[in-house]
C-alpha cells in the first residue's frame, strides 16, 4: 500500500500530509476524526496545515487507533510523529506530498539510493507515475539534505541556461555560479521533471552539476535513459493488480463518495486487466465514474481505453497520446518491431523475441529490448525465462499502429508460426515430471494461441493443424477434448496434401481425444491409420504413442488377441527408446487387459510395479492413474473400503492436472464404492458432476439398486450398457448387464439382458467372483 502507507518522512509536512491522507482513505472529515479519537477538531486542523507542536504520545495513540493502522503503517506513523515540529529543512518549489498507491518498495529502496548517487533516473512510459514518486522520494529523503530540496519542471523550449537559471531561482541565488556558495551548508536535492523534453539540455545540466556542484544530488523524470557515466537508471514499472485496484477503489470514492458495490468489482477486474496497472489510465478510468457505472465504464471503454481521457490529462490529451508520446522515441525500424512483439498477448522470452524478430540478430534483440524497456514499452517482472511483457494500452496503440503501417496478416501469421514452433517444441514434455510445469506454461501463453489458431485457421490451415496437433494433449486436461477434435477433424479435411508426419499425428491426437471423452471406438480408424503411417516414418516416439493407443481402443472394441499383440509391440519399443516412463504406461495398459479378462490379482500385481516405477520417475500424474486404477481393481475385486480410500486420494492429485475425462472416472469410482458400502446419500450429490455417456446411469442404477428399486434400477442398469457399449471397454460393459440380469424382475426382459451379457463373455470378458456370485442369485 502506498501514500499513506508509505508517508513517514521526518518533516512535519510529512507527518501533516500522512494523517492527512490515512484520514482521507478512511473517508472520514477532521471532525468525524476527532470524534472518534477522542481529540479536539482544532488539534487535526492544526496537526494537517503544519501549525501544531509535536503531538503528545497519547494523541498519537488515539490517532492511531481511530484510524485502525497496524503493522508498518502504525511503524511509519508514529516515527512521523516524533520527528513532527519545525523543519530543518527546505522543502522548495515541490508539490505536497502526493496520494501514491503500490510504492512502497521503490520509495524506501529510492531514499537510500538517491543520497548515495550524484544523479537517479526514473524512466517509464507516459502516465506510469514517474513524477509522483519522484515528489514522494524528495519529500521522504529531505532530512539527507540540509542545504534543501528543491524542483525544475523541464519544457520543450528549455536550453540548458534556461534551466540552470530555473536551479539557481528555487534555490534563491540569483545566477547558477553562486549555487556552490548556496549549498556551501551540505548536499541538496534537485528534482527534474520531465527530461525527456530536452535531453540534451539535462544532460549538459548535469555535466554542470557534476563539475560545480559536486554537493547537488539530481532525481530526474524521463519517458527515456539519459545516457552519461555513473548515472543510475531506475525504471518505473506499472501497478501491481492489487495495487490498481485499490488506487481505481480509492479514486471512484473520491468522485462519487461511494465505494465499488460487489457487484462492479468483476467489471472492474475486467477493466483494470485491459487497462494494464499504468496509473494514468486507472485515474482517467475512475473520473468518468462520476456519471456512469464500472459496467457501463466497462462496456464503454473495454475495448478502446486508449480513448479515455479526463481531468487527469492536460486539455484535449488522450491515454492514446500519452502513450504516443513514448512510441514516437523510438527510430522506424525499433517501431516497427515493437508492433511485432505486440502480437503477444502474454509473457514472453527474449528467444521469443528472437523468433518473432528474426531478421535481427540475437545481439540485436537483446539491444532493442534493453532500449524498450527503458523507454516503460517493455516491462520485466520476474527472474524466470518469460518474464518479458506489454501493458496492454501500449499493445492496443501498436495494434492500431499495425493498421495503420498495413501490416495485420504479416504480422499475425508470423505470430502464428512463432507460437506454432513453441507449441512443437514443447509437446513431448506434455507427459512425465516435466508435464505440470509445461501445463502452466501453455495456460500462460492460452491468449496466444488462441489468436494464433484463430488466424491460422482463416489463413494458414496447415499451420492451425500443426498448432492444434501440438496442444492436443493440454486442450484435453483443460476439458476442450471434444472442440478440439471437431477442430482436427475440420482442419485435416481442409489439408488433404498434408505430409504424412503431419497427418499421422493429427489422426492421433483426433483419436486421443476422443478415448480421453468416452469415444475412442468411433474413432477407431483414425488410431489405424494414425499407426500405419507412423511405421513410414522415421520416428521411434510417434510410432510407440500410435501403438499403445491403437492397443488401448481395440481392447475396449474387444480385440484382445490384437491388443494383446500391440501391446508387446509396444513393450519392445519402449524398451528400445530406453525410456523408463514408456515402459510403466505400457505396463499399466497391460495391467487393464488383465482386469478386463477378470485376472484381478495378475492385474494388482502389475499395478503396484507401475506404482513403484512412477513414485522412481517422480511422475505425479501417472501416479494418481494407477492409484484411481488400483481403487477400481479393489472395488471390481469386493473391497469398496479400499477402493473408496484410493479413489479419493487419486482424486486429489488429479484435481492438480485438471484432466476432467480421468477426473470422472474416478469420481465414478469413488460414488460405485459408497453405494456398495450403503453410503447412497453420500454417493447422489456426486451425480450431476458425471456426465459420461454411461457412467451416469450405471452409477445411477447403483444408487436405485442400493435404496431397494430393482424395477428402476434393472432399466438404468440396461441403459448404461446400451450407453457403453461402442464407447467404453467391455469390462464396464459387462459389469452394467450383470447388474441388469440381477436386478430385473421381468423374466422375458432379464434373459434379453443374459443373452447380450453372454455375447459380451464370449469376446474374451471373464465375469468376476462378485458377478458370478449375483447371477446365481
Given at each position: 500500500?502506498?501514500?499513506?502507507?508509505?508517508?513517514?518522512?521526518?518533516?512535519?509536512?510529512?507527518?501533516?500530509a500522512l494523517?492527512?491522507?490515512?484520514?482521507?482513505?478512511?473517508g472520514?472529515?477532521?471532525?468525524?476524526?476527532?470524534?472518534?479519537?477522542?481529540v479536539?477538531?482544532?488539534?487535526?486542523?492544526?496537526?494537517?496545515?503544519?501549525?501544531?507542536?509535536r503531538?503528545?504520545?497519547?494523541?498519537v495513540?488515539?490517532?492511531?487507533?481511530?484510524?485502525?493502522?497496524?503493522?508498518?503503517?502504525?511503524t511509519?506513523?508514529?516515527?512521523?510523529?516524533?520527528a513532527?515540529?519545525p523543519?530543518?529543512?527546505?522543502?522548495?518549489?515541490?508539490?505536497?506530498?502526493?496520494?501514491?498507491?503500490?510504492?512502497?518498495?521503490?520509495?524506501?529502496?529510492?531514499?537510500?539510493?538517491?543520497?548515495?548517487?550524484?544523479?537517479?533516473?526514473?524512466?517509464?512510459?507516459?502516465?506510469?507515475?514517474k513524477?509522483?514518486?519522484?515528489?514522494?522520494?524528495?519529500?521522504?529523503?529531505?532530512?539527507?539534505?540540509?542545504?534543501?530540496?528543491?524542483?525544475?519542471?523541464?519544457?520543450?523550449?528549455?536550453?540548458d541556461?534556461?534551466?540552470?537559471?530555473?536551479?539557481?531561482?528555487?534555490?534563491?541565488?540569483?545566477?547558477?555560479?553562486?549555487?556552490?556558495?548556496?549549498?556551501?551548508?551540505?548536499?541538496?536535492?534537485?528534482?527534474?521533471?520531465?527530461?525527456?523534453?530536452?535531453?540534451?539540455?539535462?544532460?549538459?545540466?548535469?555535466?554542470?552539476?557534476?563539475?560545480?556542484?559536486?554537493?547537488?544530488?539530481?532525481?530526474?523524470?524521463?519517458?527515456?535513459?539519459?545516457?552519461?557515466p555513473?548515472?543510475?537508471?531506475?525504471?518505473?514499472?506499472?501497478l501491481?493488480?492489487?495495487?490498481?485496484l485499490e488506487?481505481?477503489?480509492?479514486?471512484?470514492?473520491?468522485v462519487?463518495?461511494?465505494?465499488?458495490?460487489?457487484a462492479?468489482?468483476?467489471a472492474?477486474?475486467?477493466?483494470?486487466?485491459?487497462?494494464?496497472?499504468?496509473?494514468?489510465?486507472?485515474?482517467?478510468?475512475?473520473?468518468?465514474?462520476?456519471?456512469?457505472?464500472?459496467?457501463?465504464?466497462?462496456?464503454?471503454y473495454?475495448?478502446r481505453?486508449?480513448?479515455?481521457t479526463?481531468?487527469g490529462?492536460?486539455?484535449?490529451?488522450?491515454?492514446?497520446?500519452?502513450?504516443?508520446?513514448?512510441?514516437?522515441?523510438?527510430e522506424?525500424?525499433?517501431?516497427?518491431?515493437?508492433?511485432?512483439?505486440?502480437?503477444?498477448?502474454?509473457?514472453?522470452?527474449?528467444?521469443?523475441?528472437?523468433?518473432?524478430?528474426e531478421?535481427?540478430?540475437?545481439?540485436q534483440?537483446?539491444?532493442?529490448?534493453?532500449?524498450l524497456?527503458?523507454?516503460?514499452?517493455?516491462?520485466?517482472?520476474?527472474?524466470?525465462?518469460?518474464?518479458?511483457?506489454?501493458?496492454?494500452?501500449?499493445?492496443?496503440?501498436?495494434?492500431?499502429?499495425?493498421v495503420?503501417?498495413?501490416?495485420?496478416?504479416?504480422?499475425?501469421?508470423?505470430?502464428?508460426?512463432v507460437?506454432?514452433?513453441?507449441?512443437?517444441e514443447?509437446?513431448?514434455t506434455?507427459?512425465?515430471?516435466?508435464?505440470?510445469?509445461?501445463?502452466?506454461?501453455?495456460?500462460?501463453?492460452?491468449?496466444d494461441?488462441?489468436a494464433?489458431?484463430?488466424?491460422?485457421?482463416?489463413?494458414?490451415?496447415?499451420?492451425?493443424?500443426?498448432?492444434?496437433?501440438?496442444?492436443a494433449?493440454?486442450?484435453?486436461?483443460?476439458?476442450?477434448?471434444?472442440?478440439t477434435?471437431?477442430?482436427?477433424?475440420?482442419?485435416?479435411?481442409a489439408?488433404?496434401q498434408?505430409?504424412?508426419?503431419?497427418?499421422?499425428?493429427?489422426?492421433?491426437?483426433?483419436?486421443l481425444?476422443a478415448?480421453?471423452?468416452?469415444?475412442?471406438?468411433?474413432?477407431?480408424?483414425?488410431?489405424?491409420q494414425?499407426?500405419?503411417?507412423?511405421?513410414?516414418?522415421?520416428?521411434?516416439?510417434?510410432?510407440?504413442d500410435?501403438?499403445?493407443?491403437?492397443?488401448?481402443?481395440?481392447?475396449?472394441?474387444?480385440e484382445?488377441?490384437?491388443?494383446?499383440?500391440?501391446?508387446?509391440?509396444?513393450?519392445?519399443?519402449?524398451?528400445?527408446?530406453?525410456?523408463?516412463?514408456?515402459?510403466?504406461?505400457?505396463?499399466?495398459?497391460?495391467?487393464?487387459?488383465?482386469?478386463?479378462?477378470?485376472?484381478?490379482?495378475?492385474?494388482?500385481?502389475?499395478?503396484?510395479?507401475?506404482?513403484?516405477m512412477?513414485?522412481g520417475?517422480?511422475?505425479?500424474?501417472?501416479?494418481?492413474?494407477?492409484t484411481?486404477?488400483?481403487?477400481?481393481?479393489?472395488?471390481?475385486?469386493?473391497?469398496?473400503?479400499?477402493?473408496?480410500e484410493l479413489?479419493?486420494?487419486?482424486?486429489?492429485?488429479?484435481?492438480?492436472?485438471?484432466?476432467?475425462?480421468?477426473?470422472?472416472?474416478?469420481?465414478?469410482?469413488?460414488?460405485?464404492?459408497?453405494?456398495?458400502?450403503?453410503?447412497p446419500?453420500?454417493?447422489?450429490?456426486?451425480?450431476?458432476?458425471?456426465?459420461?455417456?454411461?457412467?451416469?446411469?450405471?452409477l445411477?442404477?447403483?444408487?436405485?439398486w442400493?435404496?431397494?428399486?430393482?424395477?428402476?434400477?434393472?432399466?438404468?442398469?440396461?441403459?448404461?450398457?446400451?450407453?457403453?457399449?461402442?464407447?467404453?471397454?467391455?469390462?464396464?460393459?459387462?459389469?452394467?448387464?450383470?447388474?441388469?440380469?440381477?436386478?430385473?424382475?421381468?423374466?422375458?426382459?432379464?434373459?434379453?439382458?443374459?443373452a447380450?451379457?453372454?455375447?459380451?463373455?464370449?469376446?474374451?470378458?471373464?465375469?468376476l467372483p462378485?458377478?458370478?456370485?449375483?447371477?446365481?442369485?
Open positions: 500500500m502506498s501514500t499513506p502507507d508509505q508517508d513517514g518522512g521526518t518533516t512535519g509536512a510529512g507527518f501533516a494523517l492527512r491522507g490515512y484520514r482521507r482513505s478512511a472520514l472529515t477532521q471532525a468525524e476524526l476527532a470524534e472518534r479519537a477522542g479536539g477538531e482544532r488539534t487535526v486542523r492544526d496537526i494537517e496545515s503544519g501549525r501544531a507542536r503531538p503528545q504520545r497519547g494523541t495513540v488515539l490517532l492511531v487507533d481511530a484510524l485502525r493502522l497496524t503493522g508498518n503503517a502504525r511509519r506513523f508514529e516515527a512521523a510523529a516524533r513532527f515540529g523543519s530543518a529543512v527546505d522543502i522548495l518549489a515541490l508539490p505536497p506530498l502526493p496520494d501514491l498507491v503500490g510504492r512502497d518498495g521503490d520509495i524506501d529502496e529510492l531514499v537510500r539510493l538517491v543520497p548515495a548517487s550524484d544523479a537517479v533516473v526514473l524512466a517509464g512510459l507516459a502516465g506510469v507515475g513524477t509522483g514518486l519522484a515528489v514522494a522520494v524528495a519529500h521522504h529523503a529531505a532530512g539527507h539534505f540540509p542545504s534543501g530540496v528543491a524542483g525544475v519542471p523541464v519544457s520543450d523550449v528549455h536550453r541556461t534556461d534551466i540552470l537559471a530555473a536551479v539557481a531561482a528555487v534555490f534563491g541565488v540569483g545566477l547558477a555560479g553562486e549555487l556552490p556558495e548556496r549549498l556551501g551548508a551540505g548536499p541538496a536535492l534537485l528534482v527534474l521533471d520531465g527530461a525527456d523534453q530536452q535531453p540534451e539540455a539535462v544532460a549538459a545540466v548535469l555535466r554542470w552539476t557534476r563539475a560545480y556542484t559536486p554537493d547537488l544530488r539530481l532525481l530526474v523524470t524521463s519517458r527515456r535513459p539519459i545516457d552519461l555513473g548515472m543510475v537508471v531506475w525504471p518505473v514499472p506499472p501491481s493488480a492489487p495495487s490498481a488506487l481505481f477503489e480509492r479514486r471512484v470514492r473520491q462519487r463518495s461511494e465505494p465499488l458495490e460487489p462492479e468489482r468483476a472492474a477486474d475486467s477493466l483494470l486487466r485491459r487497462i494494464g496497472g499504468l496509473p494514468l489510465a486507472i485515474e482517467l478510468a475512475a473520473a468518468r465514474c462520476r456519471v456512469l457505472t464500472v459496467e457501463q465504464l466497462l462496456a464503454r473495454g475495448d481505453v486508449l480513448d479515455l479526463g481531468a490529462a492536460r486539455a484535449g490529451e488522450t491515454l492514446r497520446d500519452a502513450v504516443a508520446a513514448s512510441y514516437r522515441l523510438l522506424p525500424g525499433d517501431r516497427a518491431a515493437l508492433r511485432r512483439l505486440a502480437s503477444m498477448r502474454s509473457r514472453w522470452s527474449v528467444e521469443v523475441a528472437e523468433a518473432l524478430l531478421e535481427r540478430s540475437a545481439g534483440v537483446e539491444a532493442l529490448l534493453d532500449r524497456v527503458g523507454l516503460g514499452l517493455v516491462h520485466v517482472r520476474g527472474t524466470g525465462a518469460w518474464r518479458f511483457r506489454m501493458l496492454a494500452v501500449v499493445r492496443e496503440y501498436a495494434a492500431e499502429a499495425t495503420e503501417a498495413g501490416e495485420p496478416a504479416q504480422v499475425a501469421e508470423r505470430h502464428a508460426r507460437l506454432t514452433t513453441f507449441a512443437e514443447m509437446a513431448p506434455l507427459d512425465g515430471a516435466a508435464m505440470r510445469a509445461t501445463i502452466g506454461m501453455l495456460d500462460q501463453l492460452a491468449p494461441l488462441r494464433a489458431l484463430e488466424h491460422a485457421r482463416r489463413a494458414a490451415p496447415e499451420t492451425a493443424l500443426r498448432l492444434a496437433t501440438a496442444t494433449r493440454w486442450a484435453r486436461f483443460r476439458g476442450r477434448d471434444w472442440e477434435r471437431v477442430l482436427l477433424r475440420e482442419l485435416l479435411a489439408c488433404p498434408v505430409g504424412p508426419a503431419v497427418r499421422a499425428r493429427a489422426l492421433h491426437a483426433v483419436a481425444l478415448h480421453s471423452h468416452g469415444d475412442g471406438i468411433s474413432e477407431l480408424a483414425a488410431a489405424r494414425a499407426h500405419e503411417l507412423s511405421r513410414t516414418l522415421d520416428d521411434p516416439r510417434l510410432r510407440l500410435t501403438t499403445h493407443l491403437l492397443a488401448t481402443l481395440l481392447l475396449a472394441a474387444g484382445h488377441k490384437a491388443s494383446a499383440a500391440l501391446t508387446e509391440e509396444a513393450l519392445a519399443l519402449a524398451r528400445g527408446g530406453a525410456r523408463e516412463r514408456d515402459v510403466a504406461v505400457v505396463r499399466r495398459l497391460a495391467a487393464t487387459q488383465a482386469m478386463v479378462a477378470g485376472d484381478l490379482p495378475n492385474a494388482h500385481r502389475r499395478l503396484a510395479t507401475v506404482a513403484r512412477a513414485v520417475l517422480g511422475d505425479e500424474r501417472l501416479a494418481a492413474l494407477v484411481a486404477q488400483l481403487a477400481e481393481c479393489a472395488r471390481l475385486d469386493g473391497r469398496p473400503s479400499d477402493a473408496l479413489g479419493r486420494r487419486a482424486a486429489l492429485r488429479l484435481a492438480e492436472y485438471g484432466d476432467p475425462g480421468q477426473r470422472v472416472r474416478v469420481a465414478a469410482t469413488v460414488a460405485m464404492a459408497l453405494t456398495e458400502l450403503g453410503r446419500d453420500e454417493a447422489e450429490p456426486m451425480l450431476p458432476a458425471i456426465g459420461c455417456p454411461g457412467l451416469h446411469p450405471l445411477a442404477a447403483y444408487l436405485a442400493g435404496r431397494g428399486d430393482t424395477a428402476n434400477a434393472a432399466k438404468l442398469f440396461g441403459a448404461a450398457a446400451d450407453a457403453l457399449v461402442g464407447r467404453r471397454d467391455l469390462r464396464e460393459v459387462c459389469e452394467a448387464l450383470v447388474g441388469a440380469v440381477s436386478c430385473c424382475p421381468d423374466e422375458r426382459q432379464r434373459e434379453v439382458y443374459r447380450e451379457l453372454d455375447r459380451v463373455v464370449a469376446r474374451g470378458v471373464a465375469l462378485r458377478e458370478q456370485d449375483l447371477l446365481v442369485r
